[in-house]
Nanobody
Framework: VQLQASGGGLVQAGGSLRLSCAVS??????IGWFRQAPGKQVEGVGC????????HYVDSVKGRFALSRAEAKNTVYLQMNDLKPEDTAVYFC??????????????????????WGKGTQVTVSS
């Protein structure tokens, strides 16, 4: 099983980026996005339920970030708009072979996801 996150980069505050996460070797139930800023713990960003396209976002990104499914199977986009310097972090996507629900508890418990991809750096300049 492999996860490939891509799309990070450097952007000015107020700008946008779109990250993508492609999962191969597994048909996931949910894809979660997490981030880790320097010196901080991993925190949840949002999750996407593959079966019904339901989403959940943490409060800090609601209204600015949006998850959607790509035409390619098992690929999910994270559209990030109105980026702020505090969004600067390494962003990871993750999944799990078990039917983990896309729910608030997942965002507060990253260890609920067993399979992680390499992160992609997002840097927002002020």
């Amino acid at each position: 099983v492999q996860l490939q996150a891509s799309g990070g980069g450097l952007v000015q505050a107020g700008g946008s980026l779109r990250l993508s996460c492609a999962v191969s070797g597994l048909d996931p139930y949910v894809i979660g996005w997490f981030r880790q800023a320097p010196g901080k713990q991993v925190e949840g960003v949002g999750c996407f339920s593959i079966s019904d396209s339901k989403t959940h976002y943490v409060d800090s990104v609601k209204g600015r970030f949006a998850l959607s499914r790509a035409e390619a199977k098992n690929t999910v986009y994270l559209q990030m708009n109105d980026l702020k310097p505090e969004d600067t972090a390494v962003y990871f996507c993750a999944t799990d072979p078990s039917p983990v629900p896309c729910a608030p508890i997942l965002m507060t418990n990253p260890r609920g996801m067993d399979i992680w991809g390499k992160g992609t750096q997002v840097t927002v300049s002020s």
